[in-house]
């Protein structure tokens, strides 16, 4: 545990900046991926526009799949071994695919195989290590490090979008996954340097219950308490709104706006710049005005600047693009940097494993519907009209938040009790002291 570090100092916090730099690691070779993995299917498989997509999808099944059980699962055991399991395979995984292009076993199927077992090892990545960085960290540090892990991650994710491109060009689509297999090992080694041991869970400590239960009793925790469930079902149809137009934006930039592949990438990158922004601040902000309220700020006030976006043309209107863009994915990182620390102070640490992995499998289940909207609607009505849309319904989504005990509070709430729904809940210390600090 941390011995009570404050602002800025959780630099000198071994075990915390270990894990910071893996995950960072992580991040950074997952945006690579997002680039490779496609370039790759298209230059040397040939793959329709319908197997392109299939691989994101597939990625993304897992949560729909065993999103559920794997929250159990990680809150039966030891968070820390279950990171390093899943970054080993991931490893494992990612070389394997230069391998067999090399040996001329490369295929559609083989990439599908890979999308679909590295996705399975993200759930268990993301679920372990949601619900072990309270272990490693004081409550009233979580906060600062919800900032430092979420502002790296948005600035790893514009590095990854940028490079992954160039690496490819460079190096080859086949050859830059390994770029992407060396990020893992990266992560692997940082993990495995933390010395921070969890205590081993004995068959006295666990519940004796079915696997059916404890998934019940997660998903029943965020449909019993009004917090949890207002910010579940907002991340659920924000995702859908933030994917709608989020799918087809390149498309729109490039046949409806009439931009080159060089600058729609700049956009793109520069629009996730946002979530650095986001992170920096949001702790800030909190401390000042509250955390209730600034969470309506980031959530409602910042993206319903995304109704800019529809109104891009080219030449100086692309700053239309830019501005929407980067309110949107400020909002969103911010959001999500207060949302995370009052997750982890609020939910009782044997339940924050099922919890992770109850609001994943929600919100991450609207996130190939929102896809599937974002297309059709530019299909029948036409793209700028979809954009319009779907960016409308960005803002549009926050009302749960509005309509919920949010927006009579000053501050959330850090744990469950009579005072979780008062209109003033006491100050979470947090913010209290501190004068500087894809929602998912």
């Known amino acids: ?61 897992p949560w729909l799949l065993i999103g559920l059980p794997v929250g159990v699962w990680v809150d039966r055991w030891r ?63 979580q906060p600062e490090g919800n900032a430092k892990l979420h502002g790296s991650a948005s600035a790893a994710q514009i590095a990854g979008l940028g490079s992954g491109g160039l690496i490819a060009q460079l190096a080859g689509a086949v050859n830059g996954l390994l770029a992407n297999a060396a990020t893992f090992l990266v992560s692997l080694l940082c993990l495995a340097g933390i010395r921070h041991r969890e205590p081993r869970v004995t068959r ?24 949890l469930r207002a910010f579940t ?18 498309v729109f930039l490039v046949r409806t706006v009439g ?35 600034a969470t309506l700020l980031f959530e409602l006030g910042l993206p319903t600047l995304a109704l800019l976006i529809p109104f891009t043309v080219d030449g100086a209107g692309v700053l239309f693009f830019l501005a929407g ?35 994943a499998f929600l919100g991450y289940g609207t996130i190939p519907l929102g896809a599937l909207l974002g297309g059709a609607l530019g299909t029948v009505l036409g793209l700028r009209t979809a954009i319009a849309v779907m ?9 749960i938040l509005v309509f919920s005990p949010i927006r009579r509070a000053r501050d959330l709430p850090t744990s469950p009790g009579p005072t979780s729904g008062s209109r003033r809940p006491p100050e979470p210390p947090e913010v209290a002291d501190e004068s500087a600090v894809a929602r998912h």
């Not at 659920?236 to 994917?243: G, I």
């Not at 960005?394 to 009302?399: D, F, I």
Request: with cysteine; charged share 10%.
């Open 259 to 293: 931009l080159g592949p060089g600058l729609v990438g700049t956009l793109v990158a520069a629009t996730s710049a946002g979530g650095v922004a986001g992170a920096l601040f949001a702790r800030r902000v909190a401390g000042r005005i509250g955390t209730a309220r």
């Open 204 to 227: 006295a400590e666990r519940r004796p219950a079915t696997l059916f239960g404890e998934v019940r009793e997660g998903l029943g925790l965020i449909a019993g308490d009004p917090w």
């Open 391 to 399: 960016a409308a319904a960005v803002p549009l989504a926050a009302l």
């Open 79 to 141: 968070r820390r071994p279950v990171m390093l399991a899943a970054a080993a395979v991931s490893l494992v995984l990612f070389a394997s695919v230069p391998i067999a292009a090399w040996t001329g076993w490369l295929s559609i199927g083989l990439l599908l195989a890979v999308a679909l077992s590295t996705g399975t090892a993200a759930v268990f990545f993301h679920t372990a290590y949601s619900a072990y960085l309270p272990s490693i960290l004081e409550p009233e540090d």
């Open 325 to 359: 863009g980067f309110c949107v994915s400020a909002g969103v990182v911010a959001g999500n940097v207060i949302k995370a620390s009052f997750q982890q102070r609020y939910c009782p640490p044997d339940l924050l494993g099922r919890l992770t992995a109850s609001t």
């Open 1 to 61: 545990m941390s011995r009570g570090v404050r602002g800025g100092l959780l630099f000198h916090h071994r075990d915390f900046r270990l894990l910071w730099c893996g995950e960072t690691a992580g991040k950074y070779g997952a945006a690579v991926t997002g680039v490779t993995i496609p370039l790759l299917a298209v230059s040397t498989l040939d793959a329709t526009t319908f197997e392109v997509g299939l691989l994101s999808a597939t990625a993304w099944a």
């Open 233 to 250: 079902l907002f991340g659920a149809a924000s995702n859908l709104a933030l994917m709608g137009y989020q799918s087809i934006q390149v």
